[in-house]
């Protein structure tokens, strides 16, 4: 029907009165096609492209976080000396003061020595190596700035949670919240982060928060840096959401007066 025409009384078929046209429809037809799966194929590698610039971003991070990790085990043996040297002086003192029988002097001693034995232990204990590493590492650059810190996290000896994902996502968020403290400059305002966690059946829920002066800014509905290099900064809160996405996880960010929150939703053990 479509290639029958009628003019007056007669009919005519499409091929015969247009037969140069008629018979280039299939060639413009194939190449119509040939065009949409060549559209198709580049968009597919334009995702691809985009997935792999999201790992390398990951490896980028990763790979600061186990540098930043080798420079405090360093740090931490090198303390681990100073104490073991300190140790030998205070058994040197105590064996002399044993043999004067200077039992006064002996007790004062023996109180100081927690002092040196304390230095070989974290401030605050997880329950998990590795978010005590970061935790702590976070903590110590707090205090040092002056930022009140407040921990009350818990982690389940026995969970699905991978210990990268876990540097991922403690270290770009306690960062993140360092860095909103360190912008503040309204006296009247407490510069405090606080992280937490706790267990909800098979879910374990991260809340990491700070107070803050800023503003979020967003870029076709993403959250971005406000720092001026975007490539290197704007990368944090990406990369928490594709550390949580391997463990079906939802991450919730609020912004009240002067508090920023976020919290993470992960599950850390099989059904």
């Not at 190449?31 to 985009?50: D, H, N, P, R, W």
């Amino acid at each position: 029907m479509i290639q029958t025409i009628k003019i007056g009384d007669k009919q005519y078929y499409l091929p015969y009165l247009f037969p140069k046209i008629y018979y280039a429809l299939p060639f413009v037809s194939f190449t119509l096609l040939f065009s949409i799966v060549i559209t198709a194929y580049t968009f597919k590698k334009m995702l691809e492209g985009e997935d792999e610039k999201q790992r390398n971003m990951i490896m980028e991070q990763q790979f600061k976080l186990q540098l930043e990790h080798s420079k405090n085990i360093a740090q931490f043996y090198s303390g681990i000396s100073s104490v073991i040297h300190d140790l030998n002086n205070h058994l040197a003192c105590l064996k002399s003061l044993t043999e004067d029988n200077n039992i006064e002097e002996i007790k004062k001693y023996l109180n100081n020595i927690g002092n040196t034995v304390s230095k070989l232990d974290f401030k605050i204990k997880t329950g998990n190596s590795i978010s005590d590493a970061v935790i702590n590492e976070k903590y110590n650059i707090a205090q040092g700035e002056g930022i009140e810190f407040i921990c009350d996290f818990i982690l389940p000896t026995e969970s699905l949670f991978q210990p990268i994902d876990l540097c991922v996502i403690l270290g770009n968020s306690l960062d993140n919240a360092i860095e909103a403290c360190r912008k503040i400059t309204d006296n009247t305002i407490d510069k405090v982060i606080a992280v937490k966690s706790y267990i909800r059946g098979m879910y374990l829920i991260i809340e990491v928060s700070n107070t803050t002066t800023g503003k979020l800014q967003y870029s076709e509905n993403q959250i971005t840096s406000t720092k001026l290099d975007k490539r290197n900064h704007g990368i944090g809160i990406s990369n928490i959401k594709m550390a949580i996405k391997k463990y079906d996880g939802i991450m919730d960010i609020v912004l009240e007066k002067n508090k920023f929150s976020m919290n993470v939703m992960i599950k850390i053990r099989g059904d």
